[in-house]
């Protein structure tokens, strides 16, 4: 076929035509592309409305679905140790304890609980709160516990079964003993319950004994009578007047010797229960110008002091109180007494009519007891025969 023979703008024309062709054939294909790379949406009607997606509740933490509260010591930064009872940090080093929970509460020794130089700091994170301590001394030695709160809106309680406890030593090597204000501590012992000689030593590997001051002797310690706790000091389980006196403790720890303060022991016969009076009048009619009676008997153990108070018609217009008390022993099986109140009304009169009260106490409580008094006019003398 001879080759067409075509004018300048004719040329113009057949290649433009050919560009566009070109150029929807390169659309297709582009479109064919497309469609064979889509996922096809498998058995899902397109028509249909779409559920609204179903909030889960949020169920709100009880005290029990709660973790145990735990202590963990932080030594170095990202290094921890999880405290057991005790704990040994060496003075001038710095504390750093983490307890878990939001939020929390400390006990710390009573002391820095008015720490007033800034070296206790407590700080609550989103789940743990830090106890930071610095500068520390002999004297911080003790029992640090930390609680986890309750709360329900604004009112917080401790969790105390909960509660996550380290007792902390900080050996000094110049203070055995934590150091005190006080040279003489006054403690009182009571016949009816336990009682705890603080002689609270810096280091656990101390040495402590009991000691009387007059005459000088040291006091066993087998653990039944007397124990002693490297946390606590020294526990008199089962006290008896001739404990009482003065005491001191003495620690020793390698060619450290030292005393602690003194203890002044006061022995108190605690009864077993409060008092029971009884109370009787010596009349209870008595005529205007006769003298009345009443007393107040307890019937209790020996050596335990009983005290009464009385209440009666007379106080209202300020009638003066005149009691006798006097204490007996009473004869017999058992260490007892009679404690007795007499409450004396000399030439009654009207406003003495109406209920006196005895209260007698002890140690243990008070007890209250009544009787009623009628006071009738005074007897006419008869006139003489004539």
Known sequence: MPPLNLSGSKRRLVLGSLLVCALISALDAQEQKSALGAKPNVGRS??????????????????????????????????????????????????????????????VPLYLEEDDDGRLRTVQHERYNVLTLVNTTGADTGEYICYPMFCEDQDCRKEYNKAAKVFI?????????????????????????????????????????????????????????????VKKGFTIHRPRPFHAGVLHCVASLGNLRQSSIKYIIIY?????????????????????????????????????????????????????????????????????????SVLLVDEVRDVDQGTYTCTAENLQGAKSVSTTVKVLPKAKAKKPRV
């Open 46 to 107: 397109t028509n249909k409305e779409s559920k609204p997606a179903r909030a889960k509740p949020k169920i709100k933490p009880t005290p029990s679905a709660q973790a145990q509260t735990s202590l963990t010591q932080v030594l170095k930064k990202g290094k921890f140790k999880k405290v057991g009872e005790t704990l040994s940090v060496q003075t001038g080093d710095t504390l750093e304890l983490r307890c878990r929970g939001r939020p929390v509460q400390w006990s």
């Open 169 to 229: 030593f900080f050996p000094d090597p110049q203070e055995l003993f934590v150091p005190s204000s006080n040279y003489y501590e006054m403690i009182e012992l009571r016949s009816n319950w336990p009682t705890v000689l603080p002689c609270q030593v810096t280091s656990p590997k101390a040495k402590v004994t009991l000691h009387r001051e007059f005459p000088p002797a040291e006091l066993a310690v087998d653990g039944t009578e007397i124990s002693f706790d």
């Open 268 to 340: 108190v016969n605690y009864p077993m229960a409060p008092p029971a009076p009884v109370i009787q009048a010596s009349l209870s009619s008595v005529s205007v110008g006769e003298n009345l009676h009443v007393t107040c008997t307890v019937m209790g153990e020996q050596d335990v002091n009983v005290e009464f108070s009385w209440e009666y018609p007379g106080q209202e217009i300020g009638r003066p109180l005149y009691t006798r008390e006097s204490i007996s022993r009473v004869s017999g099986g058992g260490a007892r007494q009679q404690s007795q």
